[in-house]
Protein backbone atom coordinates (compact mmCIF):
# COMPACT_ATOMS: atom_id res chain seq x y z
CA UNK A 1 0.00 0.00 0.00
CA UNK A 2 0.97 3.39 -0.79
CA UNK A 3 -0.46 7.21 -0.51
CA UNK A 4 -0.08 9.21 -3.38
CA UNK A 5 -1.38 12.99 -2.76
CA UNK A 6 -2.52 15.26 -6.49
CA UNK A 7 -4.31 18.74 -6.21
CA UNK A 8 -7.39 19.86 -8.40
CA UNK A 9 -5.45 19.88 -11.32
CA UNK A 10 -4.07 16.85 -11.40
CA UNK A 11 -0.22 17.83 -10.57
CA UNK A 12 1.05 15.18 -8.16
CA UNK A 13 3.04 16.57 -5.03
CA UNK A 14 4.05 12.85 -4.07
CA UNK A 15 3.88 9.33 -5.53
CA UNK A 16 1.99 9.68 -8.87
CA UNK A 17 1.88 8.25 -12.10
CA UNK A 18 2.69 4.95 -10.65
CA UNK A 19 6.13 6.50 -9.55
CA UNK A 20 6.84 5.66 -5.87
CA UNK A 21 9.41 7.37 -3.64
CA UNK A 22 11.62 5.93 -1.43
CA UNK A 23 10.01 7.11 1.73
CA UNK A 24 12.05 4.72 4.49
CA UNK A 25 13.50 8.43 5.46
CA UNK A 26 11.43 11.06 6.28
CA UNK A 27 10.09 13.28 3.18
CA UNK A 28 8.84 17.10 3.88
CA UNK A 29 6.50 18.67 0.75
CA UNK A 30 5.11 21.72 0.39
CA UNK A 31 1.69 21.27 -0.59
CA UNK A 32 -1.69 23.85 -0.45
CA UNK A 33 0.30 26.66 1.75
CA UNK A 34 1.27 23.92 4.42
CA UNK A 35 4.20 21.57 5.03
CA UNK A 36 3.39 17.81 5.45
CA UNK A 37 6.02 14.74 6.32
CA UNK A 38 5.38 11.50 4.53
CA UNK A 39 7.71 8.08 5.93
CA UNK A 40 6.54 4.54 5.14
CA UNK A 41 6.60 2.69 8.00
CA UNK A 42 8.73 -0.53 8.29
CA UNK A 43 5.73 -2.32 8.88
CA UNK A 44 4.63 -0.98 5.54
CA UNK A 45 2.14 1.30 6.41
CA UNK A 46 2.28 4.63 5.46
CA UNK A 47 2.26 8.16 7.53
CA UNK A 48 1.32 11.30 5.97
CA UNK A 49 1.24 14.58 8.11
CA UNK A 50 0.14 17.68 8.05
CA UNK A 51 -1.02 20.91 10.96
CA UNK A 52 -2.71 22.53 8.49
CA UNK A 53 -4.37 24.66 7.37
CA UNK A 54 -4.50 24.09 3.72
CA UNK A 55 -5.07 26.62 1.02
CA UNK A 56 -6.28 24.37 -1.17
CA UNK A 57 -8.30 20.85 -1.78
CA UNK A 58 -6.14 17.99 -2.44
CA UNK A 59 -6.70 14.64 -3.62
CA UNK A 60 -5.27 11.61 -1.64
CA UNK A 61 -5.31 8.71 -3.25
CA UNK A 62 -4.46 5.15 -1.61
CA UNK A 63 -3.45 2.30 -3.43
CA UNK A 64 -3.46 -0.99 -2.76
CA UNK A 65 -1.35 -3.73 -3.45
CA UNK A 66 -2.85 -6.15 -1.21
CA UNK A 67 -6.79 -6.58 -0.58
CA UNK A 68 -6.13 -7.57 3.09
CA UNK A 69 -4.82 -4.44 4.37
CA UNK A 70 -6.20 -2.32 7.34
CA UNK A 71 -6.55 1.02 6.51
CA UNK A 72 -7.02 4.06 9.11
CA UNK A 73 -8.00 7.58 8.19
CA UNK A 74 -7.26 10.34 11.07
CA UNK A 75 -8.61 13.61 9.89
CA UNK A 76 -8.36 16.71 12.26
CA UNK A 77 -10.52 19.88 11.38
Keep these: MFVAVKDESG ?17 VRHMA ?13 DYLYSLGPLQDS ?12 LLKFVINT
Design 11 to 27: HYHLNGHLIVENGRSEI
Design 33 to 45: GSKFKYKMLDDSR
Design 58 to 69: LIIQVCLRNVDR
